[in-house]
């Protein structure tokens, strides 16, 4: 049974450039977290999505910032016109169901702007 | 309110030692307590959780400790070994609402030799 996967690892855009971030979550999951860690410090989350619906999206910045989860396919953190201060690690977590707690992670993917 | 506090930044143990990390936080609607381990490069990968209906989970040579009055909980690694440098966080849910994990800030554990 694979693990939560992302792609890119690694992502390096200039100033002004989108990122698109995606995230497969284990099969059976239909919960989907995003979050982000900054340099020397914590996570912080961003949005929890189930299929085709945000559920919370209390921690993504108000603007540049949006996340889908479609009926098919994996889940997208999507960054526009990105500034140095986007530089960080992007993780997901998913889940089988809410009731369900724990929360499998990928490996991240390392957003680097230039 | 939303916040978990970690302490200590960093801790150097000896090999065979005890590491001993705490977290507290404020939210009593909080009902789910994992730990995570990370390393460099690596995504957080759960390593021990509890829920306030218990004091204390062993598993292996981690040992989580839960104190519900205090609002403090910590993990315990026995036997510390080299393997175990890495990065730990606790984390906290409310799992009647969103069961987004709020993280500590983290601690650098070093198992010297």
């Known amino acids: 049974n694979a693990g939560v996967m992302q792609n890119p690892r690694h992502l390096v855009r200039r100033r002004g450039q989108e990122a698109r971030l995606r995230c497969s979550p284990m099969?059976?999951?239909?919960?989907v977290y995003w979050y982000r860690q900054l340099p020397e410090e914590g996570l912080k989350f961003m949005v929890y999505l189930q299929k085709e619906n945000i559920i919370d999206e209390s921690g993504m910045p108000k603007e540049r910032f949006s996340a889908e989860f479609p009926k098919e396919g994996p889940s997208i953190l999507r960054i526009q016109q990105v500034v140095r201060g986007d530089s960080a690690a992007y993780f997901c977590?998913?889940?089988?169901?809410?009731?369900?707690?724990?929360?499998?992670f990928g490996p991240g993917t390392r957003l680097t702007v230039l | 309110q939303q916040q978990v506090k970690q302490s200590p930044q960093s801790l150097i143990v000896q090999k065979g030692g005890i590491s001993i990390i705490n977290c507290a936080y404020e939210?009593?609607?909080?009902?789910?307590f994992p730990w995570y381990q990370q390393f460099p490069g690596k995504g957080p990968a759960l390593l021990i959780a509890?829920?306030?209906?218990?004091s204390e989970k062993k598993e292996g040579r981690f040992t989580i400790s839960f104190n519900k009055s205090a609002k403090q909980f910590s993990l315990h690694i026995m036997d510390s070994q080299p393997g175990d440098s890495a990065t730990y966080f606790c984390a906290a849910s409310d799992s009647g609402n969103t069961g987004k994990l709020i993280f500590g800030q983290g601690t650098t554990l070093q198992v010297k030799p």
């Open positions: 509890i829920r306030p209906d218990v």
């Open positions: 977590a998913s889940s089988p169901s809410r009731s369900t707690d724990t929360q499998y």
């Open positions: 099969k059976g999951h239909s919960h």
């Open positions: 939210n009593t609607a909080f009902d789910y």
